[in-house]
């Protein structure tokens, strides 16, 4: 009978998905659904599948919750943030245990994540931060010091031209408009380089955190700007795409433009290791295990911190060889 009804909740909120747009939205589980049973149901909505990153950490919470028996509903946004708040209702129809989602965007979550309280539905964010001073609106958020991995990009750029005075002519490929790793990110960086004049972003555009966005861009930057000296690129795979358009234009990366990213990704670390790259600072996707003990102790009602941050390094092109060998993702 709860087989039966599981199979309905499931079919009920595929159908209620793709009514309403939603892409992607799949059961992993065999659990009872709808949070009627022992078993935690966890409703997760994704943002995507736009990068090396969003892909190994997509796998790292499926892999997770199978492996601690959570029931999970997985819902792709497709980069669109009136997709998760949909998302986010069907969860709260469906009455599942815990809510996690990795938001689109930053702004826009009062009323949603309003409706999932009245409903006494647990939130926990992952991997971005929202903006809304309301900070009873969810019980934790686990993921990266996005304004700290700018300022790391930043501090090292600071060090690779110490004592030098020429004009550093630097290109920025950001990543989604309104994302919390983007503005951030831009922040962070802008905020070590601003103390040296010598540093002048010269154009800085969005390439949407995809690899063919980031070589569209970059191409165009190579046509209207006369001197590149450095590119920087919110994550590995726009800068990847900056690469083909950087090789296409007849320059070689990393030596001819220095290329500062973030993510530490297998292809973004292979590229580093090659010298294509000169510096990746790491963010983490393996989000999976810690949210997973999160969503239990939610359920639970146990108090959890309303922060977990992720412990991140940085990579130099030797430090990229070493670990690729035993790299995850
Ligand atoms: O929110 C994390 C960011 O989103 C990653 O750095 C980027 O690759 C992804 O798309």
């Not at 469906?94 to 009062?110: K, L, N």
């Not at 005075?165 to 802008?190: M, T, Y």
């Not at 530490?264 to 990746?280: C, H, P, Q, R, Y």
């Amino acid at each position: 009978m709860l087989r039966r009804l599981s199979i309905a909740v499931a079919g009920g909120l595929l159908l209620a998905s793709a009514v309403a747009g939603c892409g992607d939205s799949s059961d992993s589980g065999s659990g009872d659904g709808g949070g009627g049973g022992d078993k935690i149901t966890l409703g997760f909505s994704q943002v995507g599948a736009e990068s090396g990153w969003r892909t190994a950490n997509t796998k790292s919470i499926q892999e997770s919750a199978q492996s601690s028996g959570i029931d999970l509903k997985f819902s792709d946004a497709q980069g669109k943030q009136e997709n998760q708040i949909k998302a986010i209702r069907n969860f709260i129809t469906q009455r599942v245990d815990v809510i996690a989602f990795s938001p689109v965007v930053e702004s826009g979550w009062g009323t949603v994540l309003k409706e999932a309280k009245d409903a006494g539905i647990p939130v926990i964010l992952t991997d971005r931060a929202i903006d809304d001073p309301d900070t009873s609106l969810y019980k934790t958020f686990i993921g990266s010091d996005f304004v700290e991995e700018g300022k790391k990009a930043g501090d090292w750029l600071v060090k690779e031209y110490e004592g030098k005075s020429d004009p550093v002519n630097i290109v920025e490929l950001q990543g989604s408009p309104g994302a919390a790793p983007a503005n951030d990110r831009k922040s962070g960086f802008a905020d070590v380089i601003k103390n040296e004049t010598k540093f002048k972003v010269v154009a800085s555009q969005t390439g949407q955190f995809t690899r063919t966005d980031g070589k569209a861009v970059m191409e165009t930057f190579l046509k209207s700007q006369p001197k590149i000296d450095v590119l920087y690129a919110h994550n590995d795979d726009m800068g990847l795409g900056a690469i083909e358009a950087i090789e296409a234009a007849g320059k070689k990366p990393g030596t001819d433009i220095k290329i500062i990213t973030v993510d530490a990704v297998k292809d973004g670390m292979t590229a580093l290791s090659e010298g294509k790259i000169n510096f990746i600072v790491e963010c983490s996707p393996l989000l999976g295990p810690q949210l997973m003990d999160l969503v239990k102790k939610a359920k639970a009602g146990e108090t959890i911190p309303q922060r977990v941050l992720t412990e991140e390094g940085t990579f130099t092109p030797e430090q990229a060889k070493e670990a690729l060998p035993s790299r995850k993702y």
